[in-house]
Structures are given as structure tokens and as C-alpha cells.
């Protein structure tokens, strides 16, 4: 049982180049998260979804897109790179909502670190 | 919208010393709380919650945080803490029975730095 896999792990892009943060799990979650962690800011929620075919702008969407045609998976593609996307980002899910122990409990990735340059 | 606000971003404390994080969340409806720890350079993970019942809840390695529903809060707290505690923590909320409680929303984070 795998949990949340994140990949790259690192990766250096130049300004205005596109590519693609992998995030799968396999616990068969509902919902999944982009996060973007940044000094001093906490998490920020960049988008998210609430089961296959189904996804939504959390508080800092711009610049970034995702897809959810699977349970599994939920990538994020960064379109044209700028230095204002240099940051740790992470994926994130859970089951689903209600007050059953667990089902609100997110289990992260352990993120990627991405450089704009 | 909810919003979390976490008023210390950075708390030093003497080894087995106590220790209060503190956090307030703001939502027009009834809330879930969370605090989450992050040890250096690895991912989040849940330390406690409160989704019902008891105001007061516990996590394994003795941090206790309580629900203040009048006051908003959800202050963390630990009566000795050891140098392994060293980490950023991290206050979330979900909004309960609306269309945001698929959002899970984070604070900016506390760094707890234990002194020897």
C-alpha cells in the first residue's frame, strides 16, 4: 500500500516551459488536493477534486491545471512556467466527508520541489 | 469561505517546557479541526482532530487541543515538550454540510523550535 505518490521529487524548469506534477494513489480516496507550500504562507490550496471527471479552483488556481479521469490520478500541469511557482507542492487525499473517523483525514505525498529559473 | 488564522509563526521553548500554539478559524457554519505536523523535510501528517463529541481531544504523543466554539479556537498545547517535537504545525479546518466542505483550508503554519 503505496499511500500518495508524488513525482518528480525535484525538478528545475526554465521561465515559460510547461510540465506536469504526477500525484496517484491507491486507497481508492475520493477526494484529492493541490497544495503549494511557500515560507511563512502555509499551504494554499490550488485545486481539487471530488471524485473522477469532477475538480474545482481552491484559493490560488492561476497559472496552473488539472484533469481527474481516473480515481487514481490527479496531475497538475504548470502551462507556462513563471518564477512566482517555485515552491514545495503537494498532493493530498482522503476518503470522503462526514464524521466517520477517517473519512476527513488527509494523507499527503511527500511533495515536490519545483525551481522556476 | 473559512479562513484559519494561526497568530505565531514561530514559537521557542526550553526543553520540557509547556507549550501553546495557537489557532483560530472563522466559518458561518460548524466546523471539523485539524492540527498537522510537519517534521523537517518530509510531507503532513494528521497529529489530532475534532469532528464531534468531546471538546477535548488527544493525540498518542501527548499533545491535547481544544474546540472553543464561543471563542473560535482550537489551541494546541503540550505540558512538557522534548526536542523530538521540533517540527511546523500546521491548523486546518473544514466547513461542515455546504458546498465548501470539500475544501480543506490550512493556516500558515507554526515552527516549534525545543531549546535543550
Known amino acids: 500500500n503505496a499511500g500518495v505518490t508524488q513525482t518528480p521529487k525535484f525538478r528545475i524548469l526554465k521561465i515559460g516551459q510547461s510540465m506536469t506534477l504526477q500525484c496517484t494513489q491507491d486507497?481508492?480516496?475520493?477526494?484529492m488536493y493541490w497544495y503549494r507550500q511557500d515560507p511563512g504562507m502555509g499551504l494554499k490550496l490550488i485545486y481539487y477534486s471530488v471524485g473522477a471527471g469532477i475538480t474545482d479552483k481552491g484559493e490560488v488556481p492561476n497559472g496552473y491545471n488539472v484533469s481527474r479521469s481516473t480515481t487514481e490520478d490527479f496531475p497538475l500541469r504548470l502551462e507556462l512556467a513563471a518564477p512566482s511557482q517555485t515552491s514545495v507542492y503537494f498532493c493530498?487525499?482522503?476518503?470522503?466527508?462526514?464524521?466517520?473517523?477517517?473519512?476527513?483525514?488527509?494523507?499527503f505525498g511527500a511533495g515536490s520541489r519545483l525551481t522556476v529559473l | 469561505a473559512q479562513s484559519v488564522t494561526q497568530l505565531d509563526s514561530q514559537v521557542p521553548v526550553f526543553e520540557e517546557a509547556p507549550v501553546e500554539l495557537r489557532c483560530n478559524y472563522s466559518s458561518s457554519v460548524s466546523v471539523y479541526l485539524f492540527w498537522y505536523v510537519q517534521y523537517p523535510n518530509q510531507g503532513l501528517q494528521l497529529l489530532l482532530k475534532y469532528l464531534s463529541g468531546s471538546t477535548l481531544v488527544e493525540s498518542i504523543n501527548g499533545f491535547e487541543a481544544e474546540f472553543n466554539k464561543s471563542q473560535t479556537s482550537f489551541h494546541l498545547r503540550k505540558p512538557s515538550v522534548h526536542i523530538s517535537d521540533t517540527a511546523e504545525y500546521f491548523c486546518?479546518?473544514?466547513?461542515?454540510?455546504?458546498?465548501?466542505?470539500?475544501?480543506?483550508?490550512f493556516g500558515s503554519g507554526t515552527r516549534l523550535s525545543i531549546r535543550p
Open positions: 486507497m481508492n480516496h475520493n477526494y
Open positions: 493530498a487525499s482522503r476518503t470522503g466527508t462526514g464524521d466517520a473517523s477517517g473519512a476527513n483525514v488527509l494523507t
Open positions: 486546518a479546518v473544514i466547513s461542515r454540510g455546504n458546498s465548501s466542505a470539500s475544501k480543506i483550508i
